[in-house]
Antibody
Framework: QVQLQESGPGLVKPSQTLSLTCTVSGGSISSGGLFWSWVRQHPGKGLEFIGYIFHSGSSFYNPSLRGRVTISVDTSENQFSLKLTSVTAADTAVYYC???????????????????WGQGTLVTVSS | SSELTQDPAVSVALGQTVRITCQGDSLRNYYASWYQQRPGQAPICVIYGENNRPSGIPDRFSGSRSGNTASLTITGAQADDEADYYCNSRDSSGNHPLRFGGGTKLTVL
């Protein structure tokens, strides 16, 4: 059974960098057709896609966060990480890591869906 | 529009059928996936693609698509189905690889 677990500080000061790691167990992060993503949820709000990465290192980000966000992967540790720079109170949220599976179709574009999620970790930005 | 639009709230009587919709231009070209999120829990996928249910998801959940609208249907809603539901799909503009709808809060009466 695939499991994902987020880890990292629960409190970050404004203007500093938020850093989280997701450890994957029960499966290889290098498997084909799989991507590794971060999603966040502001208190009482909906889900926001942050970005995802392939094991090769190719990454894609939400344009609203581009320039502040970096997702990296460590295949030797079966982990991937999120860094978000210059944080403000608006970055306070529950951060989820999730596995994304790609499904290819002949008649439509490829589908990417989130098939496994971590439990989420609350990160508060406050001095 | 590149956004995915969902009704903020929907209600259904216990045992009845409810449809939750998601509208967006990208849905003309890409399938959607649907996620259930109960309070305090991580989301789980209930439908992906045309109408595929991950293992463990009851068959009362089904999906469909027409034009720019994707739908999640719960046939015979149970009290346990009360939750927030989010659609997700790729973005046609190419600038935003994946996008979530705003979410629909389902109340089972």
């Amino acid at each position: 059974q695939v499991q994902l677990q987020e880890s990292g500080p629960g409190l970050v000061k404004p203007s500093q960098t938020l850093s989280l790691t997701c450890t994957v167990s029960g499966g290889s992060i290098s498997s084909g057709g799989l991507f590794w993503s971060w999603v966040r949820q502001h208190p009482g709000k909906g889900l926001e896609f942050i970005g995802y990465i392939f094991h090769s290192g190719s990454s894609f980000y939400n344009p609203s966060l581009r320039g502040r966000v970096t997702i990296s992967v460590d295949t030797s540790e079966n982990q991937f990480s999120l860094k978000l720079t210059s944080v403000t109170a608006a970055d306070t949220a529950v951060y989820y890591c999730a596995r994304v599976r790609r499904v290819d179709y002949d008649d439509y574009g490829s589908l990417y869906y989130f098939d496994y999620w971590g439990q989420g970790t609350l990160v508060t930005v406050s001095s | 529009s590149s956004e995915l639009t969902q009704d903020p709230a929907v209600s259904v009587a216990l045992g009845q059928t409810v449809r939750i919709t998601c509208q967006g231009d990208s849905l003309r070209n890409y399938y959607a996936s649907w996620y259930q999120q109960r309070p305090g829990q991580a989301p789980i996928c209930v439908i992906y693609g045309e109408n595929n249910r991950p293992s463990g998801i009851p068959d009362r959940f089904s999906g469909s698509r027409s034009g720019n609208t994707a739908s999640l249907t719960i046939t015979g809603a149970q009290a346990d189905d009360e939750a927030d539901y989010y659609c997700n799909s790729r973005d046609s503009s190419g600038n935003h690889p994946l996008r979530f709808g705003g979410g629909t809060k389902l109340t089972v009466l």
